[in-house]
Structure formats: structure tokens, C-alpha cells
């Protein structure tokens, strides 16, 4: 098993460009979820997904939408990116209540 | 909401010294799980301990091991025997039990020095 795995490990974007952080999991995890992680902030939750098809709005998802077509994806897509989403991102994995695994992070800057 | 405070932002331990590291939590649930993870350099998430808060025995994973205190929603994690490869930041993280809103609340961390 690969576990989760993220793409890309870095970027660096312009204020306003578009681009998708990719997930991917082979575990069967139901549950899928993304977290920003900014200095001093502790890991905050974006949004997550309880299964294919179905997602929901954490704590901080302005400026980010998700969408789940299928168990084993669940790409983070930045709409219009903006300085203060500079940060560390990390996606999560689980099944039915057990512990999340997390992916090895992407680092974003936007400029 | 559910709040995870760390107040201790950097610690210190000698090699082969134990180090206690600090949480609380404020939560209105009765049932939830706790979690310690650290995150070295790498930057890689990695579970260390969980704990379920219906549990009364504190959990034990080799060196690492917690101090659960449910009445006063306390949650320090033990490392004994300090190793050189301990060091990392050490988040402290709450969750509620039920299925559906599996959502990890995370304090803020301790950054873990290991002194040679």
C-alpha cells in the first residue's frame, strides 16, 4: 500500500492563478480530509468527505472547493489564489471512526 | 466548540531523560477520542498515541504514554528514555466518536528539543 499520497510536494502561483492538490488514497478509506497548517495555528480543517459523492465545509474553506467522484480521490482546488493562502497543506484519510493517516504534505506560496 | 490548548510552545530534555508534554481540552461531549502526533523536519504527520476517552487506563505505546484525566480534560503525553530521533513538533489532537464527523481539532504545538 502507498498510503495517501499528495501531489505536488511544492508550488509557487501567482495571486489569482487556479491549480488542484491532488489526494489520492488506496486504502478504502471512507473518509477523506484536507487541513491547512500555518505557523503558530496548529492543522485547521478545510473540508471533507464521508464518502464518494458527498462533501462538507470544515473550518476555513473560502477560496477552496472539493469535489469526490470516486473513494480513492479527493483533489483541493484553489479558485483564485490569494497571499494568505500560503501555507502547508495535508490530506487525511480514514475508515469508520479509526485513526486518520496523513499524506506527506504540499508546500503552496503564492506570490 | 471543541478547543485543544498547548501552552507549552518549546520544551527541552536531556538524551535518556523523560519529558512530560502538556493538553487540555474543553469539549461538552462525554465520548471522544485524543491523539499525540508528531511531526519531525520531514514534515510528515505521525501518529504517536491515541486514547478513548470512555477508557479509564491511560495508553501506552513503548516509551510514549499519556496522563488522561477526563474530569479535568487533561491529556500530557510521557516520553521516557529521550531519544535524538524524539525530537519534532508534538501536536495534541481531539475528536468526537461519532462516524460522519471524524473533524480533528488540533492545538497548537511543542516544538521538542533532545539535548546530546
Known amino acids: 500500500n502507498a498510503g495517501v499520497t499528495q501531489t505536488p510536494k511544492f508550488q509557487v502561483l501567482k495571486t489569482g492563478q487556479s491549480m488542484t492538490l491532488q489526494c489520492a488514497q488506496d486504502m478504502n478509506h471512507e473518509y477523506m480530509s484536507w487541513y491547512r497548517q500555518d505557523p503558530g495555528m496548529g492543522l485547521r480543517l478545510i473540508h471533507y468527505?464521508?464518502?464518494?459523492?458527498?462533501?462538507d465545509q470544515g473550518e476555513v474553506p473560502n477560496g477552496y472547493n472539493v469535489s469526490r467522484s470516486t473513494t480513492e480521490d479527493f483533489p483541493l482546488r484553489l479558485l483564485s489564489a490569494a497571499p494568505s493562502q500560503t501555507s502547508v497543506y495535508f490530506c487525511a484519510s480514514s475508515y469508520r471512526g479509526t485513526t486518520q493517516y496523513f499524506g506527506p504534505g504540499t508546500r503552496l506560496t503564492v506570490l | 466548540a471543541q478547543t485543544v490548548t498547548q501552552s507549552q510552545p518549546e520544551m527541552s530534555v536531556q538524551e535518556a531523560e523523560t519529558v512530560t508534554l502538556s493538553c487540555t481540552y474543553d469539549t461538552s461531549e462525554s465520548d471522544y477520542y485524543l491523539f499525540w502526533y508528531k511531526q519531525p523536519p520531514s514534515r510528515q504527520m505521525i501518529l504517536v498515541i491515541r486514547q478513548e476517552a470512555y477508557k479509564q487506563q491511560n495508553a501506552t505505546e513503548n516509551r510514549f504514554s499519556v496522563n488522561f484525566q477526563k474530569a479535568a480534560k487533561s491529556f500530557s503525553l510521557k516520553i521516557s528514555d529521550s531519544q535524538l530521533g524524539d525530537a519534532a513538533m508534538y501536536f495534541c489532537a481531539y475528536r468526537r466518536a461519532n462516524f460522519g464527523n471524524e473533524k480533528l481539532t488540533f492545538g497548537t504545538g511543542t516544538r521538542l528539543t533532545i539535548i546530546p
Open positions: 468527505s464521508v464518502g464518494a459523492g458527498i462533501t
